[in-house]
Every structure is written in structure tokens, then in C-alpha cells.
């Protein structure tokens, strides 16, 4: 499984941001995506999943009701609709795949480059 990341870039605070995440090597139906980002000085964090079935959604809690993650399966392709952006959403994104059904962040080891948002005024 490839995993090719794109869309980071600087926005100010309130505005709005689409990350995507083509995958090669794999359709959509065989693997869960996710996207988790790690800020200078602290862990890498999911920020939101969805399964293998495209029945099962994740979202962390600083992120829900702003973020949105979706797929299109005949494009191979994940995004992450991200609004009412905050500094400290700033961060550098990952999207990341497992061929389990599942959400759970530690299943997910395909990993792909990350691309970087930053969130200022």
C-alpha cells in the first residue's frame, strides 16, 4: 500500500483546509485510513479514521464537529475536510492505512510522507 499525502499549507485561524491521501496498490474497500498529526514536541495523535467498510467513522475529540474525513472509491482517494481551524491544529498530518476493519490506532501501520499545516495569523 502506497499512501501519497497533499494539501498542507499556511491558513489563518477560522479558515478552512482539504488534506488528501491518494492510495496505490490497494482499492479503498481492502484497507481503513486514517490521518494522525504530530505538533513539535508532542506525540503523534489520530485525528480521525474511517474503516475498511466505510461504516465506522472516527474523530478525536479537540477535532469533532471541524473535521470531516471521507472517501471516494473511484478516485482511491481520502480527504480530510478541516474547518474552523485553530493554532493548535497546526501540525504536520500523516495519513496512515491498516487492512484490518477497524479504527483502532495502533492497527495502522502503512504509513505515508506528511504534509504540513500551519494555522496562523
Known amino acids: 500500500v502506497q499512501l501519497q499525502a497533499s494539501g498542507g499549507g499556511l491558513v489563518q485561524p477560522g479558515n478552512s483546509l482539504t488534506l488528501s491521501c491518494v492510495v496505490s496498490?490497494?482499492?479503498?474497500?481492502?484497507?481503513?485510513l486514517g490521518w494522525f498529526r504530530q505538533a513539535p514536541g508532542r506525540e503523534r495523535e489520530m485525528v480521525a479514521a474511517i474503516s475498511r467498510s466505510g461504516g465506522g467513522t472516527y474523530y478525536t475529540d479537540p477535532v469533532k464537529g471541524r473535521f470531516t474525513i471521507s472517501r471516494d472509491v473511484a478516485k482511491s482517494t481520502v480527504y480530510l475536510q478541516m474547518n474552523s481551524l485553530k493554532p493548535e491544529d497546526t501540525a504536520v498530518y500523516f495519513c496512515?492505512?491498516?487492512?484490518?476493519?477497524?479504527?483502532?490506532?495502533?492497527?495502522?501501520?502503512?504509513w505515508g510522507k506528511g504534509t504540513l499545516v500551519t494555522v496562523s495569523s
Open positions: 496498490g490497494r482499492t479503498l474497500g481492502d484497507i481503513s
Open positions: 496512515a492505512a491498516t487492512f484490518r476493519n477497524t479504527v483502532t490506532p495502533s492497527a495502522y501501520s502503512f
